[in-house]
């Protein structure tokens, strides 16, 4: 079974201070996609980045960067500089392949509760 | 705007009593999907469609129903089997299903069992 694991249930920060939140995920698959969602107090979860299993390099937008290293089966997400509208909750989330026709579900972390203290 | 609209935002149910949480998409996609959220916990997969008149079940479906007689509709019924219902539900469409598109989540409805 896939498994996605945020060891990180609450994180606290002073604003502009950078934070790394931590994922690591199970599978035995080849190819598979890995996720991270923000969802803010209003409830909706917000995509932030999708990653292939196949591509390992570093991404970076703006603020925000994703350090994915297979060897270690992990996808940590660093914000540089937090403002307090980065309080949230992350998730991390890994597909999964779910019947032999092509169907994918997400399996998602237990989340991150981040708060930027001003 | 192109989204997915839930509602209602709030709702309560009396124990014994089924209810609809509805859930429309305007962004023409094929893949659509019910979770569940408990505090502390992920989202767990409750139903999910890839086409019109055609749904699956995931992780926790019992207890639950759903229908998809229309491409932007995925209503879910939380049916009074469902012995533990208050929860946050959310739904979701993707272009379809696959790992290669994301998923784009609607805002929740929030179930309370009175």
């Known amino acids: 079974a896939q498994k996605v694991t945020q060891a990180q249930t609450e994180i606290s920060v002073v604003e502009k201070e950078d934070v790394t939140l931590d994922c690591v995920y199970e599978?035995?698959?080849?190819?598979?996609?890995l996720f991270w969602y923000k969802q803010p107090p209003s409830g909706e979860l917000v995509f932030l980045i999708r990653?292939?299993?196949?591509?390992?390099q570093n991404e970076i937008s703006g603020r925000y960067s994703w350090n994915f290293q297979k060897s270690t089966s992990s996808f940590n997400f660093t914000i540089t500089a937090s403002q307090v509208v980065d309080s949230a909750v992350y998730f991390c989330a890994l597909s999964e392949p779910i019947s032999n026709f092509g169907n994918e579900k997400l399996t998602f972390g237990t989340g991150t509760r981040l708060t930027i203290i001003p | 705007d192109g989204g997915i609209t839930q509602s209602p935002k709030y709702l309560f149910r009396k124990e014994g009593q089924n209810v609809t949480l509805s859930c429309e998409q305007n962004l023409n996609h094929d893949a659509m999907y019910w979770y569940r959220q408990d505090p502390g916990q992920g989202l767990r997969l409750i139903y999910y469609?890839?086409?019109?008149?055609?749904?699956q079940k995931g992780d926790i479906a019992e207890g639950y129903s759903v229908s998809r007689e229309k491409k932007e509709s995925f209503p879910l019924t939380v049916t009074s089997a469902q012995k533990n219902p208050t929860a946050f539900y959310l739904c979701?469409?993707?272009?379809?299903?696959?790992?290669?598109?994301?998923?784009?989540f609607g805002q929740g409805t929030r179930l309370t069992v009175v």
């Open positions: 599978t035995r698959d080849t190819t598979y996609y």
């Open positions: 990653r292939n299993s196949f591509d390992e």
């Open positions: 979701a469409s993707s272009l379809r299903q696959g790992g290669d598109t994301e998923a784009f």
């Open positions: 469609s890839q086409i019109v008149n055609d749904f």
